[in-house]
Structure formats: structure tokens, C-alpha cells
């Protein structure tokens, strides 16, 4: 079955095709087939991504999008090869029209009984955007049915809703098993990790371009925060035998030699009791020097 990440947030200037460019280096590094789609009209971002490959679609006729357009997104999708992964970026003013494209022809639906699996990215901003991000991620979880994967955008302030904590809002529990799993773009020192990051997006690079071309304290930085990012996507989808984690190898080596060295240490303790038990073993068949010296005292006793 083929898997169509489709990424949707009305809010602009939110870290969506940063968002979706991660999730197509993570699918790349997991060595499987990905196909990235821009559909941005008014800055398509994804597509300046070179290594990505990605196809730009082209949704508006004299600046208006036209939602019969989203009929050739269908015809791409569903005309892939089963193994073929995509990452569509739907710009901010294409989401109201998306939606109702998709609620009027019950399009995820459709995909399903065509062997496309979706799964809905949605961003949510923390600061100033919240209400509006927060918003829209709620509008994707009630007019769809699809498994849904949040990532939570901390650069623009605190990833809070009334004072609680994005994650732990009463809003979510009704969606639980609808929600794949969450990720989190932390906030970065600025004169560090965060102007690293920021020159990788100015220039549009990758990861891996990034580590070509900066110096070595970069690069350690870079690597850092794409091995954090990893990692939690790890979680995310370790159990789909379809998207392995790119971290399995150097994870089970690891394990491997923790398994050995308890191995080790258990065959160690393993030989330290039997030594002992053999002394003891030995001693239950002889009489101690405290045992021969108390016989030797009733032997003298007078009778």
C-alpha cells in the first residue's frame, strides 16, 4: 500500500515545508521511494529543496485556485507503485479549499479503497499562532478519519494553550487513536543551534547538504539536531514495517553488545557462585578448625 503524508495548516509562515522537507529526508535516509509534490501557489518552498526532487502542481487558474485540480493530485497518487511514499505540501490558502475538496468527495475515503494510506501532517505554532495553528489542526481531526501526525513548532514561543501544555489539552482525547504520534521542533539558541538552523533554511539546504558545507562545530550541531529530530520520528514509526528506522543498525549493534556483555557478566557471576559453592561444597565434609577444636575439648573432658 503506498502512503500519501499530506501536509495541511491554514496558518502561514509556520514551519510546514519545514515540516514536510524533514519527513522526505527521513523517508530518503530510510532508503525507501519518495515522491514530494509542492502545491504551494503563492511560495512554493518545498520544491527549492533540490535533492527532494520534488514536482510542483500547479492548483490555480488567474491566481484562484481551482479545487478541480486537486483531480490530478488523485490521478498521481493512486497511479503509484504500491511502494511509492508521498510528501504533498498544500499551501496555507490552499487549505480551506483542500478540505472541502476532500469533505465533498469523501476523497480520503476514496484513497483507502484505492490502497493509498494517508497521513494528515498538521503544525502547530507556539506563541502568537497558537489559537490559529491549534484551530486548524482541530478542523483536520473532526472532518477527517485519517491517522493525523502533530508537530509541534516551538520556535515562536511556548507550546502552551491557557496555560497548559499543547499535548494535555482535553481537546485531543477524543481523537487519541487517530493521532499517530507527536514531534517536536524545539527552540534553538539563537547564536548557536538556531543560527545554524536558520542558515540551512535561508539556502533551502538539506541535512545532508548542510553537513558538506559548514565547518566542524556546525556540522556537530546540525548532526545533532537531525539525529534529535530522527530519533523522534523513530518512535513515531518504528512499528510500519514500511518506513524502517534509519537508526536500526547502529540500535541493534548496541543492543547486541548489552545483550552480550550481561551475558558476560552473568556467566562471570555464574562461576563466582559455583567456586563458592564448591568451598562450601568441600567444607560440609570436613569438620572446621572450631569444629575439631570443641571435639578435642570433649574428648579431654573427664567423664
Known amino acids: 500500500m503506498s502512503k500519501l503524508f499530506i501536509t495541511l495548516q491554514a496558518k502561514g509562515g509556520v514551519g510546514k515545508s519545514y515540516v514536510s522537507s524533514i519527513l522526505a529526508q527521513y523517508l530518503q535516509d530510510a532508503n525507501l521511494s519518495v515522491h514530494c509534490i509542492d502545491t504551494d501557489t503563492t511560495n512554493p518552498t518545498l520544491r527549492r529543496y533540490?535533492?527532494?526532487?520534488?514536482?510542483?502542481?500547479?492548483?490555480?487558474?488567474?491566481?484562484?485556485?481551482?479545487?478541480?485540480?486537486?483531480d490530478e493530485l488523485v490521478e498521481i497518487?493512486?497511479?503509484?507503485?504500491?511502494?511509492?511514499?508521498?510528501?504533498?505540501?498544500?499551501?496555507?490558502?490552499?487549505?480551506?479549499?483542500?478540505?472541502?475538496?476532500?469533505?465533498?468527495?469523501?476523497?480520503?475515503?476514496?484513497?483507502?479503497?484505492?490502497?493509498?494510506?494517508?497521513?494528515?501532517?498538521?503544525?502547530?505554532?507556539?506563541?502568537?499562532?497558537?489559537?490559529?495553528?491549534?484551530?486548524?489542526?482541530?478542523?483536520?481531526?473532526?472532518?477527517?478519519?485519517?491517522?493525523?501526525?502533530?508537530w509541534l513548532n516551538a520556535h515562536?514561543?511556548?507550546?502552551?494553550?491557557?496555560?497548559?501544555?499543547?499535548?494535555?489539552?482535553?481537546?485531543?482525547?477524543?481523537?487519541?487513536?487517530?493521532?499517530?504520534?507527536?514531534?517536536?521542533?524545539?527552540?534553538?539558541?539563537?547564536?548557536?543551534?538556531?543560527?545554524?538552523?536558520?542558515?540551512?533554511?535561508?539556502?533551502?539546504?538539506?541535512?545532508?547538504?548542510?553537513?558538506?558545507?559548514?565547518?566542524?562545530?556546525?556540522?556537530m550541531r546540525i548532526r545533532k539536531a537531525k539525529r534529535d529530530l530522527w530519533s523522534q520520528l523513530d518512535q513515531v514509526f518504528f512499528p510500519l514495517p514500511q518506513a524502517p528506522s534509519v537508526f536500526d543498525a547502529r540500535a541493534n549493534a548496541q543492543r547486541d553488545q548489552r545483550r552480550s556483555d550481561r551475558r558476560l557478566s552473568a556467566d562471570r557471576r555464574s562461576a563466582t557462585r559455583s567456586s563458592a559453592w564448591d568451598s562450601v561444597s568441600i567444607g560440609r565434609g570436613q569438620a572446621t578448625p572450631r569444629q575439631r577444636h570443641k571435639r578435642s575439648l570433649t574428648t579431654c573432658r573427664p567423664s
Not at 511514499?85 to 476514496?110: I, K
Not at 539546504?205 to 559548514?214: D, G, H, P, Q, V
Open 50 to 70: 533540490k535533492p527532494l526532487n520534488c514536482q510542483y502542481l500547479n492548483l490555480a487558474t488567474d491566481h484562484v485556485i481551482n479545487p478541480r485540480a486537486f
Open 77 to 150: 497518487v493512486s497511479g503509484a507503485p504500491t511502494d511509492r511514499h508521498f510528501v504533498v505540501d498544500v499551501g496555507s490558502n490552499g487549505f480551506q479549499p483542500f478540505m472541502a475538496y476532500a469533505v465533498e468527495n469523501d476523497l480520503f475515503a476514496v484513497l483507502e479503497d484505492l490502497g493509498v494510506d494517508v497521513i494528515v501532517n498538521s503544525v502547530i505554532a507556539g506563541g502568537p499562532d497558537v489559537d490559529e495553528t491549534l484551530s486548524s489542526t482541530m478542523a483536520v481531526l473532526e472532518h477527517t478519519r485519517v491517522s493525523t501526525l502533530i
Open 156 to 219: 515562536l514561543g511556548a507550546l502552551e494553550f491557557k496555560h497548559r501544555p499543547i499535548q494535555h489539552l482535553d481537546l485531543f482525547d477524543p481523537f487519541k487513536s487517530r493521532i499517530l504520534g507527536w514531534v517536536t521542533l524545539p527552540k534553538y539558541a539563537a547564536t548557536t543551534f538556531g543560527q545554524d538552523i536558520e542558515h540551512m533554511l535561508k539556502e533551502r539546504w538539506t541535512f545532508n547538504e548542510t553537513l558538506e558545507r559548514l565547518t566542524l562545530m556546525p556540522q
